[in-house]
Every structure is written in C-alpha cells, then in structure tokens.
DNA sequence: ATGTAAATGTTATAACATAACAGTAATGAA
DNA sequence: TTCATTACTGTTATGTTATAACATTTACAT
C-alpha cells in the first residue's frame, strides 16, 4: 500500500529545515541497505549526503568536484560507480533532461516518480501520481508494449518562481 | 482538435513501406516550414531525412558520420544546429533517455509524446493520449507548478520482440 | 549594388560517462 | 587463523555527447 498522499513538495523557496531532509534520508539509506543485506559503505554514504546537499538535482561532476575538495584528487568512476549504486537501490533518482541526480524521499517503496523541474531556479519536487501511472502502462499494455521502465518530466516554473518576492 | 487517435503504430517488425514514411515527413516538413516562414534548407533537410532513416532514436554523432560519409569531413556544430531547429519546428523529438532524435509524424500539431522505447531492439512509436496529457498537466497546476515542457519515456519490451519468430 | 541578417564552416574545448586493470578490504569456510 | 572468494576502490586512459567562439558565405530586401 502506497502512502504518497501527504507527500512534502520542497520547492526552493519553502524554506525548510533541510538538514532534516538530509538526516532522514541517510537514515533511510542505512535502514534499507541493511534489510536488503547491501553495504551503504562510507563512500556511497558520503555520496548520498553529496546528492542531498540541496533539492536541486546536481550532476556526477558537481559531486566530484566537492568530493575532490574534501578528499584529495578522485576519479569519476568513483562518484559514477556509487551513484550507480544508488540508483539501483532506489535512493536517488536520475533527470534525464538534466543529467543530473536527486535524492528520493521514498526508497523503500517501489515507484517510479513524477518529477516537475523549475527552468528559472533549477529545484525538482518529486511528486507521485497512482491514476497517471496506471493510465500510462494501461496505455502501453493496450498496445502490446510491455513496460519496465518509466521517465515522466515537466518542465515549469515551481510556484516560488512564479511569484517572487 | 487533435487527431491522433489512429495513429499507425510503427514498431520494428511492423514491415511496413518506409519510404513512404520519409516521403511523408518530408512533405510535411517542407508545408509546415513554408506555412511558417522558416528555411528548410538542404543541410536541415537532409539531416531530418538521415533522422527518418528508420525508427530508431539516432545520435547526433550517427547522423554526423553518415554526413560525413556523403559529404565529406563535417563539424558536430553542423549537425547540432541542424537539430536544434528541427527540435524548435517541432519535426523531431529528442529522446532523452537515450540522447538521441527520432522524427515525429504529426510536426503540425502542438503536442507531447509519449515514447515507447524497447529494451530489446532499440526502436521507439510515438503515441498520445489526452488524457495522460491532462491528468499530468492538472496535477502539476493543482501543485502551483506551471507546466511548460514534458518528457514522457516508457522504456520495455515492444510487441515485436516479445513474439520473435 | 549594397547592407543586413541568417546560415554555415572551422577549430577548439566543455561536459558527461565508461573500459580495463590493478590493488585493497570484507566475508565466510576450512 | 589462514586462505580463498568476492566486493569494493584506485587509477589511467578513452569514449561519447554537446557547445563556445569566431570566420566566412549565402539569402534577401532595399
Ligand atoms: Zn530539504
Ligand atoms: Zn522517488
Ligand atoms: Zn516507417
Ligand atoms: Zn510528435
């Protein structure tokens, strides 16, 4: 049973205790990779914290670069390989129109989101849907298509945007 | 008022008459640019044809080379641009998922597609729903987000493919 | 003919991602 | 504990996708 009802949009502008977000998500993070019997190595976590430093979605380069900061000269492999990782896990997601990755709020549910991107400030809000999702693989199934996977991305202006102060 | 509602469904075993594919999105492209007042010039209009030389969501780096092939040594910026105003006339799609471009069979109307892209042999059927369409637009207003773009990729198993003879 | 804007050519570089192989750390069995 | 196995990480090189910047040519209207 999916409980997505009362989900938090975090816009930019809601000025939110965000280092909440962020230790709610690494806790998460380890609750999950310890039931599932994965290891959420030091690496992999300081990556996710990385990836969680802000709403926006931030690019495999923008991690390496502050990883680098911090630790001395990495590789992309490094941060490529631990986002990998994550994606797989359901921890982050992947903007495709963006090249650039996301925390999720939910991974422990199996879902695929609905992303709505602000083109002025740059924030993403992820949002479920279960009537869209439904609508979109009854779609796909009524043609013969057997569905897998799923990329759903607006492109806006976030409601801060809209009206600014 | 759209029409879409038979849209002939173009998977890759679907062995149907592409030339005539081609013939038709040319045509269309030549009307609609005309109608609009924009150059479809011979670089633009051989680049759509090389994006029409099948179903497949093709690179940019693929048309480059085919280019190439034809008409000597040719630069990315060439193809890039040649893309780029095929994207703003709306003749083709970007598939984001895949960074790659198919060509779109209804150029005249102001819609979003949806893609089904198969896992297995690559190739990508453009279809629409309005109700997909409203329901994601509805639920991103009620958000206070105001939709501008939107990207809609389902990625699996096509028919062809799942009955191989 | 001539000025202007649009389009194209050309070179270089930025941005995003992976292949391949070597070394190290964790884990479990003998 | 030792050893073998596997997972993880380090490192170098390279592949792939996309754009910046500026020179030149072409189309078009005056
Ligand atoms: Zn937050
Ligand atoms: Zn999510
Ligand atoms: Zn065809
Ligand atoms: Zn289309």
Redesign the interface.
């Given at each position: 049973m999916k409980n997505f009802d009362t989900v938090s949009?975090s816009f930019c502008g809601g000025s939110h205790d965000h280092g909440r977000c962020v230790i709610t998500a690494i806790k998460a993070a380890e609750e999950l990779c310890h039931s599932k019997g994965v290891r959420l190595t030091d690496a992999r976590k300081r990556i996710l914290e990385l990836v969680w430093d802000s709403h926006h979605p931030v690019g495999a380069y923008d991690v390496l670069s502050k990883l680098s900061q911090e630790s001395g000269k990495t590789a992309p492999p490094t941060v490529y390989r631990a986002l990998d990782f994550l994606l797989e896990q359901g921890l982050i997601h992947r903007i495709?129109?963006l090249n650039a990755y996301v925390g999720c709020a939910h991974p422990a549910e199996d879902h695929a989101g609905?992303f709505?991107i602000?083109?002025k400030c740059g924030c993403a809000?992820e949002?479920h849907?279960e009537?869209?999702d439904q609508?979109?693989l009854t779609?796909?199934s009524n043609?013969?298509?057997?569905?897998?996977?799923?990329?759903?991305?607006?492109?806006?202006?976030?409601?801060d945007c809209?009206n600014p102060q």
């Open positions: 949009l495709e129109s609905l709505l602000c083109n809000a949002v849907d009537t869209i609508t979109i779609k796909a043609l013969g298509f057997r569905p897998e996977q799923r990329t759903l991305e607006v492109r806006g202006i976030c409601p809209q």
